[in-house]
């Protein structure tokens, strides 16, 4: 079963950038789709960004087009997500996600994606 570890997180004024990073175990990396979700006190987790498995195609919230950038180096089992021009309402805490399945879509559902990790925290000052 792969395992994901994320990391990169901390605090960062609003304006400023933070480069998240998910490292994934195992030798199939590149046959998940991939994606990242943000999760609030008190809120569920929600969609942020999910890249196909070639990296090929991307797909982001609204709220977040734009600013953030996902991508992922399947030489290195790794995902990314760059984000820039933070504000406030970014913080929270980013969970990466693989979608295990054979799934022919990238989907935004957090119910899709089978295997997360322990997630990193981003702070965002005003």
């Known amino acids: 079963q792969v395992q994901l570890v994320e990391s990169g997180g901390g605090l960062v004024q609003a304006g400023g950038s933070l480069r998240l990073s998910c490292s994934a175990s195992?030798?199939?990396?590149?046959?998940?789709?991939m994606g990242w979700f943000r999760q609030t006190p008190g809120k569920g987790r929600d969609f942020v960004a999910a890249?196909?498995?070639?990296?090929?195609?991307?797909k982001y919230a609204d709220s977040v087009k734009g600013r953030f950038t996902i991508s992922r180096d399947n030489a290195k089992n790794t995902v990314y997500l760059q984000m820039n021009s933070l504000k406030p309402e970014d913080a929270g805490r980013y969970y990466c996600a693989a979608d295990i399945s054979t799934r022919s879509y990238v989907s935004v559902n957090l119910d899709d994606y089978e295997v997360w990790g322990q997630g990193t925290q981003v702070t965002v000052s005003s």
């Open positions: 195992g030798r199939t990396f590149g046959s998940y789709v």
């Open positions: 890249i196909t498995r070639s990296g090929g195609g991307t």
